[in-house]
């Protein structure tokens, strides 16, 4: 087991991404006007990409056109105090071509929030890294 | 209830720092290095103010001196896709005065991981925002 400066164990990149691909909600991080902002999302991981869909309009489509973002999962045990996370730092592209689009919509992915949500956010998961807080 | 453009309700100031009070875990986001970056936390609110323990050699610790940082709650119910999130932006400050961090070593606020936690994060609530997913 490695562990960091914090004392947090260090997870390996197959085992962030299996729960990356298992986690329901995630949060891009992204700037907004200069400021740091956060949105939690629900998403799929299509091959090693992180999917997400929103409306066309929203800040979240805007801000996050071929930008650096943060992606981030976790999921914590308040009783035993332990837990994980997993972040993704990758560029945010605006999915636009009408062949990539088309095979978007066959994933199973609908956005919990209701109305239009015509707009694909892909996210490259080139950086990745986890933590575990030792048991 | 208002709702915003994507569909969200808007959450009022008291209802966003009621959920913030009783949150276990939050996520601070900052800049490292030019690249977003997130990092789960356990915190406490004090008065108005956040308040995060680390260890004073940490990234979180050099990367939120004087910084402007935002600071993430949220709870989502996977089964109902409902849930609801709030989002502070502020100044993160570096607590030094010898006062000030006598007050703070009296909260009942114990890092979940292990190691040194000396040094204390104050991060202002000035600007609150929060949304739900309608029911």
């Given at each position: 087991?490695?562990?960091?400066?914090?004392?947090?164990?260090?997870?390996?990149?197959?085992?962030?991404?299996?729960?990356?691909?298992?986690?329901?909600i995630g949060?891009?991080?992204?700037?907004?006007?200069?400021?740091?902002?956060?949105?939690?999302?629900?998403?799929?991981?299509?091959?090693?990409d992180i999917?997400?869909?929103?409306?066309?309009?929203?800040?979240?489509?805007?801000?996050?056109?071929?930008?650096?973002?943060?992606?981030?999962?976790?999921?914590?045990?308040?009783?035993?105090?332990?837990?994980?996370?997993?972040?993704?730092v990758g560029?945010?592209?605006?999915?636009?071509?009408?062949?990539?689009?088309?095979?978007?919509?066959?994933?199973?992915?609908?956005?919990?929030?209701?109305?239009?949500?015509?707009?694909?956010?892909?996210?490259?998961?080139?950086?990745?890294?986890?933590?575990?807080?030792?048991?």
């Open positions: 087991m490695r562990i960091d400066t914090a004392g947090l164990e260090i997870l390996r990149r197959a085992e962030c991404l299996r729960l990356l691909a298992a986690a329901p949060r891009i991080v992204f700037t907004d006007r200069a400021l740091p902002a956060i949105q939690p999302v629900n998403f799929t991981l299509h091959g090693a999917i997400v869909r929103t409306a066309p309009d929203t800040k979240l489509a805007q801000a996050t056109r071929d930008s650096v973002v943060a992606f981030e999962v976790d999921d914590y045990d308040v009783y035993e105090r332990t837990g994980w996370s997993v972040t993704v560029i945010g592209r605006a999915v636009t071509d009408l062949a990539e689009l088309a095979e978007l919509r066959t994933l199973p992915l609908r956005a919990w929030a209701p109305g239009d949500r015509a707009h694909y956010i892909r996210i490259e998961t080139d950086i990745v890294t986890g933590r575990r807080i030792p048991g």
